[in-house]
Structure formats: C-alpha cells, structure tokens
C-alpha cells in the first residue's frame, strides 16, 4: 500500500525555519521522485521542489532558491524540505507527491503525480 506522509509544519516567525519530512511507505525513493509543492488559500497548488535519487537531480522553484533545501534519506524511506528564512508568503499547505517521471517532476503538474500525503500546514507570521 503506497502511502506519503508529511509532518513537521507549524507556526514560525519571519525569517525562522522549519523541517518538513515526507515519509513514504509501499515504494522507495529510487522508484519514485517525490515534489513538494504547496497550496495557500485562494490561490493554485505550486511546485516547491523535487528530487529523483534514481537519476541524481535536485530542483528549486525560483521562490524558494536559496532558501530551502530538500534530501532524500533511502535508509529511512524519507525525504526532508528545510526551509531557511521563511517569509510570510511561504505560508501554505505543503504536501508531498510522488511520480515516476523522474526527468519531468521539476514541470510540476499535478496530474503528473500519482500519489500525494494528506499535507501539513506551515505558518509564517509574527
């Protein structure tokens, strides 16, 4: 059974940071790349990151470069977002997703992911 999981959202202030962990279960990371994307009220799902461990490649959407950083972690089935420098636009739910495109997860598109967790809320606010 294929499962995504995330954890570690919260309330954070202005320039704090946070760790978000997708943990993932009925695959591994070598099978699947896995994209973070994140959804704030009112507006589109958007694609944050993406990584393919089978093919080596990490990706950044240009709002979040530099400030996040995602990891795969094949012993623990997991993979991490850190987020540094956190502002008030980060705010959002983030959900972890998976896909077998591993040369196209950085397009982003939804419909191109097969399997999402349930998504954690992160909250950026003073």
């Known amino acids: 059974q294929v499962q995504l999981v995330e954890s570690g959202g919260g309330l954070v202030p202005p320039g704090g940071s946070l760790r978000l962990s997708c943990a993932v279960s009925?695959?591994?990371?070598?099978?699947?790349?896995i994209g973070w994307f994140r959804q704030a009220p009112g507006k589109e799902r958007e694609g944050v990151s993406c990584?393919?461990?089978?093919?080596?490649?990490?990706n950044y959407a240009d709002s979040v470069k530099g400030r996040f950083t995602i990891s795969g972690d094949n012993a623990k089935n997991t993979v991490y977002l850190q987020m540094n420098s956190l502002n008030p636009e980060d705010t959002a739910t983030y959900y972890c997703?998976?896909?077998?495109?591993?040369?196209?997860?950085?397009?982003?598109?939804?419909?191109?992911?097969?399997?999402w967790g349930q998504g954690t809320q992160v909250t950026v606010s003073s």
């Open positions: 997703a998976a896909t077998r495109g591993h040369y196209y997860c950085s397009n982003y598109v939804p419909s191109e992911y097969d399997y």
């Open positions: 990584i393919s461990n089978r093919i080596g490649s990490l």
């Open positions: 009925g695959f591994t990371l070598d099978d699947y790349a």
